[in-house]
């Protein structure tokens, strides 16, 4: 069988990543809105939305859906670290989505719509870790909940059905439940070391 092709980018989306790129893995509610916010950005590459954190092998939708199998509705990102960090990436993530909604987007409601950010290395973990941080405290000022976003190491991504691939470029005036909380994130990258 042939690989479904990107609606965007036109690149094969089980294709593998290039040496020098990086991969991330974030959790914002419904993934249709996510993944269009996410493959807007200069720098990703390839984007594909998906399930993970569960414990069920190759879930449905449907199966999600039902809340049988513990995945969360993600999008798994392939991007060019030299044009965009994984801090811009997180920036991205706090600011379009309440992370304090436990296991809920809005009117979503369901485990599947937790914020989950899944990473692939020891600095993905420090940088969500301390953005979270620093986001609690901003939205605290601002009269918000605790953050109830989950950090996870990267576990099996399993991919959605062909029809949830850049579901809003094939059906532009589709549901997009996206809603940040109005409070700015901050570009909080680690620092160096001198």
């Excluded at 979503?108 to 609690?136: P, V």
């Excluded at 005036?173 to 160096?192: K, N, S």
Aim: some cysteine; aromatic content about 12%.
């Amino acid at each position: 069988m042939t690989a479904l092709l990107h609606r965007i980018y036109g690149r094969p989306l089980d294709a593998p990543v290039p040496a020098g790129f990086d991969q991330a893995i974030f959790g914002m509610g419904c993934y249709w809105g996510v993944e269009r916010l996410f493959w807007q950005l200069d720098g990703v590459w390839l984007t594909e939305v998906g399930f993970a954190g569960g414990t069920v092998e190759n879930p449905t939708y449907k199966q999600v859906c039902e809340g049988n199998t513990a995945h969360a509705e993600v999008v798994r990102l392939i991007y060019d670290s030299s044009r965009i960090s994984y801090e811009r990436l997180l920036q991205v993530f706090w600011e379009n989505h309440n992370p304090t909604q436990g296991n809920r987007q809005g009117n979503d409601i369901g485990s599947q719509y937790r914020s989950l950010i899944m990473y692939y290395t020891d600095s993905q973990k420090t940088s969500a870790e301390l953005s979270k941080a620093d986001y609690g405290n901003r939205l605290a000022v601002e009269g918000f909940r605790a953050i109830t976003t989950q950090i996870e190491p990267a576990g099996p991504f399993y991919l959605a059905e062909e029809d949830h691939q850049q579901y809003l470029d094939r059906y532009p005036d589709g549901y997009c439940g996206l809603r940040g909380t109005g409070v700015q994130a901050p570009l909080t990258d680690i620092p160096e070391e001198i």
